[in-house]
């Protein structure tokens, strides 16, 4: 089965780990390969109709019920998605960076930010290279970064990513670090360490730092639980539900935060939410994903074949970034992409009739 590297969002080499980037293909062999076509089993998975959690359920009249549905959701939800991340199927780069996406969009309403997930997205991938992407375009690195790294929570770790958060120096990483090791190291089940590891993190945050502790909250439980999990890498999962209506709270419908009475049983239940929509994401890539490798021998381009790579390994590609990454001309780039979009391969994903984006 081919691997697809995923490409780097941040510079930092202590953040991403660096075997992420180093695909097998491009070490063993400098020549131009065409990805193997394969049939791909995943378009045949279907995620059965009891496996999903119910969103129209408040919880709040029955919290024992609600507590039992969350967990049986969650864990049946989270095993069909096992399989599709030990699979490591070719997409499985673009479908971590969409979810991270989608987890960036997430974030930034937490934070009040106006950006959307199409601002996120132009921010990342348009903006100049080594230029400050402004704090939302931080906040979509902060989760990029977490599926291209192993699960590990310390200090270190914690130190670079309150970074991100423009969180003071003050802040000691290296006792957050532990205290959230703790939660995971213990023989506790996935879901509790997560909900355990994200109240850690809340708690140690100041109060002035409230929303920015919710964000780094899921993305450490998103950690934790892929460590629980025995993921080789996170995936951001939580933060792309914890906003769904049903998971609101009381007469005013706040929102659930870390730490709240009945908080492992609505990450529970986030986690189920967020595991059926991640599924059907992954199905759907799959099948697109087939047409790209199936369109692969039609392309005479030079580079063609690193361009489908960079497709499956990322959310989205600007033609200048398969320029430059192919050494095509932008011209050359830009008619690459044309006849993608002729053959059904990939999506034009802007709408705009220039600066556009392309993926699956």
């Known amino acids: 089965m081919p691997r697809f590297a995923p490409s780097r969002p941040l510079s930092d080499p202590q953040l991403v780990d660096a075997s992420a980037d180093a695909s097998p293909r491009r070490r063993h062999s400098r020549r131009e390969a065409t990805p193997e076509v394969l049939a791909n089993p995943l378009t045949q998975l279907v995620f059965p109709s009891w496996a999903r959690a119910d969103e129209k359920s408040p919880g709040a009249a029955d919290p024992q019920k609600f507590a039992a549905e969350a967990f049986f959701a969650a864990g049946a939800g989270l095993a069909l998605l096992d399989r599709v991340f030990r699979e490591n199927p070719p997409f499985a780069g673009a479908l971590r960076q969409r979810l991270a996406l989608r987890a960036a969009g997430a974030s930034a309403k937490i934070l009040r930010l106006r950006e959307d997930e199409g601002d996120l997205r132009d921010t990342e991938h348009l903006g100049l290279a080594g230029a400050d992407p402004g704090r939302a375009g931080r906040l979509h690195r902060l989760w990029r970064a977490l599926s291209l790294r192993p699960a590990r929570l310390d200090g270190e770790v914690f130190a670079r990513v309150l970074l991100l958060l423009d969180a003071p120096p003050t802040l000691d990483a ?110 759907e890539l799959a099948r697109r994903s087939e047409r790209l490798l199936a369109a692969a021998p039609k392309l005479r381009a030079k580079g063609a074949a690193r361009v489908i790579e960079l497709l499956l390994a990322d959310d989205a590609v600007s033609p200048a970034r398969a320029a430059k990454t192919t050494a095509l001309s932008d011209r050359a780039a830009r008619r690459l992409f044309d006849r993608l979009l002729e053959l059904g391969a990939v999506r034009e994903l802007s709408g705009r009739p220039s600066f556009r984006l392309y993926g699956l």
């Open 174 to 283: 290296k006792s957050l670090g532990a205290s959230v090791g703790e939660a995971i190291a213990k023989d506790r089940p996935p879901l509790l360490a997560a909900a355990l590891a994200a109240a850690r993190v809340a708690e140690a945050l100041p109060p002035e730092m409230r929303a920015e502790a919710e964000v780094l909250a899921l993305w450490a439980a998103d950690c934790a639980l892929a460590k629980s999990l025995g993921w080789e890498r996170p995936v951001a999962l939580l933060a792309t539900r914890i906003l769904a209506p049903s998971l609101r709270r009381g007469a005013s419908g706040k929102r659930p935060r870390p730490g709240d009475r009945q908080w492992p049983e609505i990450l529970a239940a986030a986690a189920a939410l967020a595991a059926c929509d991640a599924h059907a994401l992954a199905i």
